[in-house]
């Protein structure tokens, strides 16, 4: 086996952080935003120096390659993204970017032969903090291999047109065109010219950590479905309207939200999780009782059927009146599990045995690049362990010596695929 | 005793509803608006058309008087709002203008001898809904006669800043000045000029209603809190995170809503009124758990010993955890029951009981001007029944012959208060 470097790595993390350094210890690096643009350089800078060729397709992914022995032979990338949330931290997303370039490095440092051209990528706008939706770029460049449901909502046209959540007039077709990283549409990733792709990124979540694991090699993205609860009630005055008669639709929101965790909870899955983050109340007003209230819930697990008894549950609201109030549920979008490649995920369990280091299969619960990639040609992922299970959020943190065992273990996979 | 007429009341409704008209059946029409401005000249044009002196305050209040036998007797004054809450309806506030007028009408018309003065006034800005806070003027005017807790909110320079929710440019003083309605403060409501107030409002409930009752005499203002709930929770991802380490602030909330509820009905009392009306989540994200949910509970009674019972139940609420959740209790204000002038409530019921009307006594749940005024000056109030209790929108209604009744039985209890 061979070994990602440690002070290479924390090399990278340190000045990479610097990118859109927020002041207390996390980033803000909006999507083609000149922190963005540092970021890039950085990486076209460090990848030039080991003889990478860069390529930036159309919608500004960036790759580096690293030609193989076999000029037949086609690409494998390891891919991930630059950009950050609102006062993100140093890790979702960069951490694959880092990865990949220090896979590159060692490759070139300690002369590994491959035949494959190996390639470290950059995917624009995972995140979609400044121009929604996550995953833009991903969902633009495998748009011919996604389901319709999915697909329809990364239409090209329409994603140019994607306007800034903080300037009304600035559209990410318009960030594109000034950011000077529109290149040519004939680089994008495609299976034609790709093998496979792995993506490396923190777990974003306390499960390897709680298991005492570094990292864990990811065999689907769970299915998930998220539906909006409406309630109906009527809005009275607070200091006149008698309680019996009242229909308070904030009340009835609150003891669905118990009646959910209630019976979601005695269905006994522990892997199974749920989500009640947003809700709506009209008119909202303190003197006012509430006549409209909506909230969603967004709920996840890779099994087809145990959503399905979630979804019963959820469904069996709308049949009930709720202090005094009607209920409707309606459905926003599902999504079937998505296995990863069970090559390259044999692959990652192989070299992550071979290191020693511990580590653990697991499911991912959010989405990510490659899980659209996975359509496009095989694809999987490796989640290197997040302290206290935060993320999207500046206390984000992963040791230097966990990120280099991830790079590490994808180092060793990649080159297991290089010689299938 | 004396009748008020159905016919000029039900002229005055159809009148005074068109200013401000929203095209659906009820109004918007806001202190000093156009429309206000509209509605004050008809006061004017009905008043001095029976001979009533017109006089303007320096905070736009208006005061028609009908002199009296007696030059030196003080002023009988009965008084109520002409503003609306935006999309309004037609009786919440103008009632009481309207039932005033037709008192004085009905005492021109029919000549009826009366020693003391009578007055119809408008009070300026009772709603707030364009300069907050509500009973801005009637706070501004009572000023040096309220409790200390109340008259802090009150400040007539604070008052004059007030900026509107609609334009930020614009403040109430701005709109004063350029209303034409400032007139001089030596014409305000006080004690050395005025013996009484008489307020004749719509219920804003459904109890007359259900009792068959067209008219409530009232005999207090309910006491009332208002604390505010605070819950700390952290934001996490919502594919990512388990279930059992979650600290979920919105679910925490929910429980606690729930259990007020349970908690608060075991007490029993079936005139207590509790609303939950506002709710506020942070970061409101479908794929976050929310980190930060506060919710604000109003709770009236007019036994200041059952209100403490409920706030024993609040204040519990922050000991306990919830959802993982830390609870934070807070008050945010409180006032005592304000009990009406026991005489005038007499002279109210005696009228009430020789109209072979349907009636009983009723408490407030709603805070009014009279309940300020009665800081000043004895004071009492009359409500109206409401169809279904609705107010505050445009469904809001009261019967013609209801709202005649209610200006009956006003114009006789005046006429005993003339008499004492």
Partial sequence: MYECSLERMTDKITTFSKFGDAGHGGITRYTLSPEDIEARQEFQKRMEAIGAI???????????????????????????????????????????????????????????????PLTAMIWTNEEGSLYPPAMMVSGIVCYDYLPDAIKEKFKYEDMMKSVSMVDGEDTFGAALERSGYKGDKKYRLCPDNYKAMFEVHIEQGPILEDAGNSVGVVDCVKGMFNYRFHFYGQTVHAGTFPMPKRQDALFAASQTICYLHEEIDKLGYSDLVYTTGEIVCHPNIHTCVPDHVDFCIDVRHEDHGVLD????????????????????????????????????????????????????????????????????????????????????????????????????????????????
């Fill in 309 to 420: 008894q979630v979804l019963a549950i959820v469904k069996s609201c709308a049949g009930k009146e709720w202090a005094g109030c009607r209920c409707e549920v309606k459905k926003m979008w599902n999504r079937d599990t998505v296995y990863f490649d069970e090559e390259l995920f044999g692959y990652c369990k192989e070299a992550a045995a071979e290191t020693g280091y511990k580590w653990q299969v697991l499911h991912s619960g959010a989405g990510h690049d490659a899980q659209f990639a996975n359509y496009v040609l095989p694809s999987t992922m490796l989640f290197v362990q997040s302290k206290d299970g935060f993320s999207h959020c500046e206390p984000e943190y992963s040791t230097p010596e966990h990120c280099t065992e991830g790079a590490t273990i994808m180092l060793n996979a990649v080159l297991k695929a290089d010689k299938a």
């Fill in 54 to 116: 860069i390529e930036v397709d159309d919608v500004a992914n960036m790759y580096a390659t690293l030609p193989g022995s076999d000029p037949n032979a086609k690409r494998i990338v390891m891919a991930s993204h630059s950009d950050s949330v609102m006062n993100g931290g140093n890790y979702d997303g960069i951490l694959g970017v880092m990865s990949a370039m220090e896979v590159l490095e060692t490759v070139a440092d300690q002369k590994i032969e491959h035949k494959h």
